[in-house]
């Protein structure tokens, strides 16, 4: 007779909850929680807690309770029937005895009694502890394995309750013959359930299909064990979970993907030998208990596998995701980077509970706690085979991941450096000098198999472009950040793309300055690629103009609005924060705020990509700090202005370094010239500062990743903008700075037109060119003209100079008084044109200071206010004193503006 047909058997309460295994069952039923000291703090699945805290679960007894509610009980039956059978302890006993195979039943008189009394007693309140009944003998089920080709597959698959599956999955063995199904049930207002349904015979050798997992000592097969054997020489990635290894499979096909049964927690139940000799990648979930099973599944195939690795998942990653959210390409990176699980140097020992040491010649076997979990998981060196270091992996109290790639020269001295980073990054350490000689002593000793080569600073590098926490392209090696400090703030990312393409892109079409300002933040990776040096944009403009604004939406392509920096700093300091930004965008605030006698010097350093050349301690000259990148800088005065406050002189190389460019558009709204919809300038400016800081980060790897597979095609696109460009708006005559300038609007445009056409904007085609030219006319007709600054400037002093000293320092000629003090020569009228006589001497030490007076005079003459002696630009002059001095000769019409 079959199970189904029988009567189902009383339960014995008390035997059934003796066979519930706290320690084990909690964590599996309520997954999301964590252990503190004896009690498992979870949220309580019957409510939408967002977070964790009033619900507890003892893990000695049982007992639980829920301090927001009241609700508590005694036992794990009670809870079991509280989550899932609305308090019903005879449903939950049932389904809890199938569901763990646990025989229960109670077919005594005296056992009938206890259960009958059990049933009225309080859903929250555990029975008494009874003696267990004697067990009749009982008739033996086994799941049959493989399926025999005279069975046949159930038509359907139909729980009595849970009805159809809304996933399910075929465990096969090697030769491809069915073992059982894994079905995935979603019921409405309950948690998933994953149960197994097999082929089961008993004694009498009846068959039945059962809703039964494999129970006793019986070691279940892997998922993926057919794929294994078609493939016998590819390496393996093992997932957590059918679904996943599926997804695995598709994503990686020269890989063979595989999952064991039930998940985290039952990883020493599966049967790991037909890895046995494989290479594998164990790929967690993103989440506590996911790290743990990868640690735990390592742990089986020791000794198994030829060779085992583990993916490091990314920090950006959202929680529980796993390699069913993954794409082809990051799942490519994921395994191609994951690190090899190494032997830890002699002595030591790393648990869930941190790093242990204990001396293998210390007959007492004491141990040493030195600190929480860490993994030295690389050996890296840069290009030149120095600078190396070590690649260090742990998760912070609160489970956060890090990674640090730590330089091995910190590990000299005291170590206080390296353990100081450490720290800050919340890895906990044990006190005493002991534990800190220790671990100086694990990391140094260790000798991990993984390799990588380090690069100081973010950017280009072979091809890839590495962040602090990525490395966006495809590499031959792994290439890994590394620095002193391990700080890389600025390249966070919050939101998704689509919330800062509807959020802040759109809010910047038609507002020239904005467009321009983001535009600016896609071209600053394409320096490198095209070969051309750096330079920045100055929005100049009163305050409350917007200017802020405009940088805080260009951080956003790269990062959080944290990642402005403030123009507060030393020329030394500056070279740090270029470094930090290489190959992307540098957003500087309130220009005033640096020292004036430095601005000059630090327009020039910034652009030019390069810092100062200083010795080290030994004499010896260090490398110096270099990059390339594109800035964007606010202000209410311009740089020359800035300039001349500190008694410096503004150089048109500055201009050419450092476009000035006014903040106010001409709309009557300051920077903006279109308002989507608001009612100001300010209510604009505080909506895109708001969706800024919810929104970030992930434009940039966006367009990175399509650059990273797309360069050869970029650069020839952004050839071809910039033509356009120049074409479009460069006058033909203009001189070679306006060009200059045009070039860098032009670079400014191809970056926008590029993300645009990657649909990473959401801007129509020509938007970023349109921007990029207003700002370009605009700043043309606040410089004036489109020749050279430098020849204006140049007439702009030596007009200056007439005009404020005139007949002060220049005489008529027929005079004969001498009342002329620090006379500079003579004003001679004929025919009606006036000419001022100029001595050489002050021509050259007053009218031309700090220019250079040939190519002054050279321009007189070209503009034809300077008479010349044939080929010489100075001539002999008739005076009433007979004398005839070689003078410069300089119309009255240079008074005259141009």
């Not at 027929?814 to 002329?820: L, N």
Request: charged fraction near 25%; aromatic fraction near 8%.
């Amino acid at each position: 007779m079959n199970d189904h047909n029988r009567q189902a058997p009383y339960i014995d309460f008390a035997l059934l909850i003796r066979q519930l295994d706290a320690t084990r069952l909690v964590p599996e039923w309520l997954p999301d929680g964590k252990r503190q000291g004896n009690e498992w703090v979870t949220r309580n699945p019957t409510r939408q807690d967002k977070q964790a805290g009033s619900f507890s679960v003892n893990l000695n007894s049982g007992k639980w309770s829920d301090f927001a509610t009241g609700d508590a009980g005694g036992d794990l039956l009670s809870l079991w029937a509280y989550m899932y059978h609305g308090k019903d302890q005879k449903a939950a006993a049932h389904d809890l005895a199938r569901r763990y195979n646990i025989d229960a039943r109670a077919d005594s008189q005296a056992s009938r009694k206890r259960f009958s009394q059990s049933q009225a007693t309080s859903s929250h309140a555990a029975p008494a502890p009874q003696p267990a009944p004697v067990q009749p003998e009982r008739d033996e089920w086994l799941m049959v394995m493989p399926l025999p080709r005279e069975i046949k597959k159930p038509s359907e698959l139909k729980h009595k309750r849970l009805g159809k599956p809304s996933r399910f999955w075929s465990y096969r063995d090697a030769e491809g013959r069915l073992l059982f199904y894994i079905c995935r049930f979603d019921p409405p207002g309950e948690r998933k359930q994953i149960l197994p349904y097999g082929y089961w015979t008993n004694r009498q050798m009846e068959g039945q299909w059962r809703w039964k997992g494999i129970s006793g000592k019986r070691k279940r097969p892997l998922y993926g064990l057919d794929r294994l054997a078609r493939n016998p020489d590819s390496p393996v990635v093992v997932c957590e979970g059918e679904k996943a290894a599926e997804a695995c499979q598709l994503l990686l096909p020269r890989f063979v993907a595989v999952s064991w049964m039930n998940g985290a927690g039952n990883e020493a139940k599966a049967d790991w030998s037909p890895l046995e000799g494989r290479r594998v990648t164990i790929w967690p979930d993103n989440d506590d208990s996911g790290r743990k099973a990868a640690n735990a599944v390592a742990s089986q195939l020791k000794g198994v596998a030829s060779a085992i690795s583990l993916v490091s998942l990314p920090r950006t990653l959202p929680e529980k995701w796993d390699a069913a959210d993954a794409n082809a390409e990051q799942a490519r990176q994921l395994v191609e980077r994951a690190r090899p699980m190494e032997e830890l140097p002699r002595g030591f020992s790393l648990r869930g509970s941190g790093l242990w040491y204990c001396d293998p010649d210390d007959d007492q076997q004491r141990e040493h706690w030195v600190c929480a979990p860490l993994n030295v998981t690389a050996r890296t060196r840069d290009q030149r085979n120095e600078n190396h270091g070590y690649l260090l992996e742990f998760q912070d109290m609160d489970h956060h991941p890090h990674q640090w790639a730590m330089p091995a020269e910190m590990l000299a001295g005291d170590g206080s450096d390296y353990r100081r980073v450490l720290l800050n990054k919340g890895l906990a350490i044990a006190p005493g000098s002991k534990a800190r000689q220790l671990l100086t002593q694990y990391v140094q000793t260790c000798r991990p198999h993984g390799r990588g080569r380090c690069v100081s600073q973010t950017g280009w590098y072979d091809g890839v472009y590495v962040l602090p926490d990525d490395v966006i392209g495809h590499s031959t090696e792994r290439v890994l950040l590394q620095t002193t400090s391990g700080d890389y703030s600025g390249y966070d990312c919050t939101g998704t793309l689509e919330g800062w393409q509807a959020g802040v892109a759109r809010y910047c079409l038609d507002n020239s300055r904005l467009v321009l300002a983001v535009s600016a933040a896609f071209a600053a990776p394409l320096l490198s690629l095209i070969h051309i040096e750096g330079g920045g944009v100055h929005l100049r403009g009163s305050s409350s103009t917007g200017k802020t604004t405009a940088l805080v939406v260009a951080s956003s392509v790269w990062g959080s609005p944290d990642r402005i920096r403030r123009w507060r700093a030393t020329s030394n300091g500056l070279e740090g924060v270029a470094r930090a930004h290489n190959d992307s965008l540098l957003c500087m605030d309130e220009l005033a705020e640096l020292a004036a006698r430095e601005a000059g010097h630090v327009a020039y350093m910034l652009a030019n990509g390069s810092g100062k050349s200083r010795a080290d301690k030994n004499g010896e000259q260090r490398q110096v700090a270099r990059w390339r990148l594109l800035f964007l800088s606010t202000g209410e005065i311009s740089l020359a202005d800035h300039i001349r406050e500190g008694g410096g002189r503004s150089r048109a190389g500055h201009e050419v370094r450092i476009i000035d460019l006014p903040a106010d558009a001409g709309a009557g709204y300051g920077l903006f010239e279109e308002l989507h919809g608001q009612t100001d300038g300010a209510h604009l400016s505080r909506l895109l500062v708001e969706q800024s800081k919810q929104f970030n980060g992930q434009p940039a790897r966006a367009f990175l990743a399509q650059l990273a597979a797309h360069k050869e095609e970029a650069i020839r696109l952004v050839d071809d903008t910039r033509q356009h460009f120049l074409t479009l708006v460069a006058p033909a005559a203009a001189d070679g700075q306006v060009k200059r300038v045009a070039d860098r609007f032009a670079l400014i445009a191809a970056g926008g037109e590029l993300a645009s056409g990657w649909k990473i904007t959401g801007w129509p085609q020509g938007a970023a060119t349109d921007a990029a030219e207003t700002c370009f006319q605009s700043w043309l007709d606040n410089r004036g003209t489109s020749g050279s600054l430098e020849d204006k400037q140049a007439l702009e002093q030596v007009r200056g100079f007439f005009q404020m000293h005139g007949r002060a320092r220049f005489g008529d000629d027929q005079s004969t008084e001498e009342s002329v003090r620090d006379r500079a020569g003579f004003i001679k009228q004929d025919q009606g044109e006036r000419t001022f006589l100029v001595f050489p001497q002050v021509f050259r030490d007053e009218i031309c200071l700090g220019l250079d007076y040939t190519q002054v005079a050279r321009l007189l003459a070209e503009r034809d206010y300077l008479v010349m002696d044939g080929r010489h630009y100075q001539r002999k002059v008739s005076l009433q004193n007979g004398s005839r001095p070689r003078l410069y000769v300089i119309r009255g019409s240079i008074l005259d503006e141009d």
